[in-house]
């Protein structure tokens, strides 16, 4: 069996990178070549050396590397392993997926112990909690021979929304569906974000190219977003509701858009750059797994992008994790209304049509719910059915899928 390359990422590549490095080698040698690196250079961390070394697994000849020393590797995955790492984390051409399991930082863990051997404990704790990670690295990523066919379908539907989102990236006008006759009447048109709550306000304000018509509903114009605050948009697109927002939170906030494709990346910086947009960036990610930092945002909106996903829990998994205690979301996606047939959920243009990747509201809740949300409320808008009719014409879709919003929050 080919073994996988895997690139584990961190800050200084000096102690949580190495020990993942070394318990890969370890336990996995026969299925995975393991390396490691940093964003900076900080020498390997003598106490990692000497816990692993506890186990019996010796990093001592393990040595600190920068990125650009592997750079040309063809990895199979790169695992970040502290936020910082993450946030900074290039895009990696190729096959390499990027995964984040964020680890304590045993430095700052032991910072303020006195004791030789509480202050070793912290980094036992670490290491043993990197052990756990490698010991049942991902189910599905051990091998092609192994890789599960959920698995399999996931990639094939995430190659597809990026295909088509790329698609509308570089042309002229943004229809919705490969079949649509360029902005005709459909929601692809730019001039639809009008029927979704737009004013006209909002669509001459911003940079031209950045309202892509793609959304099924205003999430920022419900979020309450306050002068200062950091907020970040799922699948900001060409950049419409981040600029939106970008006047609420003023120039003491922030936003951040995040998007799994390349060439909406760069229209939104370059949209971004137009208009002269100092408070927001934009990151090239997937919405599972987020180049950014726990604890980091006050505000989540997102516009008819989760839907899209083929990992929901991981995407509010991960919502979760970046939320500052007591932060919120506010989404406005697609519900489904009632079962959605096999034969739409089996088609990749209805799913990258924002159709078939829909759940239900029940199960909405219940995996907001499960990664800790209060306060959930979740409104349907039934009169989108009036809109969703025109995606995929004559097909019968608003039968079964309205727009809505979700709201909920992370507690205290």
């Known amino acids: 069996m080919k073994k996988l390359k895997v690139l584990f990422l961190c800050t200084g590549n000096s102690c949580r990178s190495q020990m993942a490095e070394g318990w890969a080698r370890y336990l996995k040698g026969d299925s995975i070549d393991a390396y490691s690196a940093g964003i900076e250079k900080h020498g390997l961390n003598p106490y990692a050396v000497k816990v692993m070394a506890e186990t019996g697994v010796d990093i001592s000849k393990q ?6 020393e592997v750079r040309d590797i063809d990895f199979d995955y790169v695992v970040t392993v502290c936020g910082h790492a993450h946030e900074n984390c290039p895009y990696f051409p190729g096959r390499a997926k990027v995964i984040h399991v964020g680890f304590d930082d045993p430095p700052k863990l032991a910072a303020n112990v006195s004791d030789e051997e509480a202050k070793l404990d912290c980094y036992r704790h670490v290491r043993d909690k990197i052990a756990e990670f490698i010991s049942g690295f991902p189910d599905g990523y051990l091998g092609e021979g192994n890789i599960k066919m959920s698995e399999i379908e996931k990639d094939k539907v995430r190659q597809e929304v990026r295909k088509r989102y790329a698609e509308i990236a570089e042309s002229e006008c943004c229809c919705r569906t490969a079949s649509s006759s360029c902005c005709a009447d459909t929601l692809g048109n730019a001039e639809a974000s009008a029927e979704v709550g737009y004013s006209k306000e909002d669509m001459i304000s911003v940079p031209e190219g950045s309202n892509m018509g793609l959304g099924c509903g205003n999430p920022q114009a419900i979020a309450a977003l306050k002068e200062g605050e950091v907020m970040l948009d799922l699948g900001s697109g060409g950049g419409f509701d981040c600029f939106l927002a970008a006047r609420q939170v003023g120039k003491n906030g922030r936003v951040i858009g995040v998007d799994m494709t390349p060439d909406m990346i760069s229209k939104a910086r370059a949209n971004a750059q137009k208009g002269g947009y100092e408070n927001v960036e934009f990151r090239l990610g997937e919405i599972e797994y987020l180049p950014v930092a726990d ?3 006050d505000v989540i909106i997102s516009n008819c992008v989760i839907n899209l996903s083929p990992d929901k829990k991981q995407v509010f998994s991960e919502a979760f994790r970046v939320l500052k205690p007591g932060g919120r979301i506010t989404i406005s996606d697609v519900a489904a209304v009632k079962p959605i047939p096999k034969e739409v959920r089996d088609d990749l243009s209805k799913y990258s049509g924002c159709v078939a990747g829909a759940i239900q509201v029940s199960e909405i809740r219940k995996t907001l719910e499960g990664e800790g949300f ?11 059915k009036r809109f969703i009719k025109d995606w995929f014409p004559g097909s019968g879709v608003e039968e079964y899928v309205r727009s809505s919003i979700i709201e909920a929050e992370k507690g205290e």
């Open 63 to 68: 040595y600190s590397k920068l990125l650009d």
């Open 295 to 297: 604890s980091a945002v």
């Open 374 to 384: 209060k306060n959930i409320k979740i409104a349907i808008n039934e009169d989108s």
